[in-house]
């Protein structure tokens, strides 16, 4: 693909993102009234109106990233059990207040995570993002740095989950949960 025709790709995923943002949050589970205004609660992790479509924009853009690379790696596939174990603790780092890879209350990391999401795994890996409001933001700040750049690019990932949730204080969580599955 060349440079030109990915950056094209990108431009026109971040415009359809940059239209469709949504100023405000919703509880996917629905909002619980505040008992002295009756008015609805923020939810304190929340998706946005598009988080599907950021979340498949993110998808794109990473198997722009695997396809173009000097290793020409195949893209990766939306696993629904990494994506949950992504959008899980998405919500938990901000409902407890913390940001990074291993939870400070229980010590578990991206290991931990999968087992007791009930995802069987040869390897996983987890990259984790606070603040890009696009996917194309989120994409290049990970292919920017070293570490991250070089989950994206491991030849052995087959499969990811991807979360973006919003702390209605703080802003954009992003989490990818990459796998290389293991039969059960």
């Known amino acids: 693909m060349s440079v ?22 919703f509880s996917p589970a629905g909002q619980a009234a505040d008992t ?7 939810a304190l992790c929340a998706m946005t109106e ?9 998808l ?6 695997r396809t173009v690379s000097e290793e020409g790696l195949a893209p990766v596939t939306l696993d629904p ?32 995570r999968a087992v007791a999401g009930k995802y069987s795994y040869y390897s996983v890996g987890e990259n984790l993002a606070r603040g890009p409001t696009t996917a194309a933001e989120v994409v290049q700040l990970w292919m920017e740095s070293p570490a991250h750049r070089a989950i994206i690019l491991d030849p052995k990932w087959t499969e ?25």
């Open 4 to 25: 030109l025709r990915r950056r094209a790709i990108i431009c026109n995923l971040t415009a359809a993102c940059l239209v469709s943002m949504s100023a405000g949050c």
């Open 36 to 42: 002295d205004t009756g008015e609805p609660e923020a």
């Open 50 to 58: 598009d988080a599907e479509t950021l979340e498949d924009q993110a």
């Open 60 to 65: 794109q853009l990473v198997n722009i990233e």
């Open 81 to 112: 059990t990494l994506s949950k174990i992504a959008a899980d603790y998405a919500c938990l780092m901000i409902e407890d207040g913390f940001f990074g890879h291993e939870d400070p209350i229980t010590g578990h990391g991206p290991g931990e």
């Open 160 to 184: 990811v989950g991807i979360a973006v949730r919003i702390d209605c204080d703080e802003g954009f969580y992003w989490v990818q949960e990459f796998g290389d599955p293991a039969p059960y």
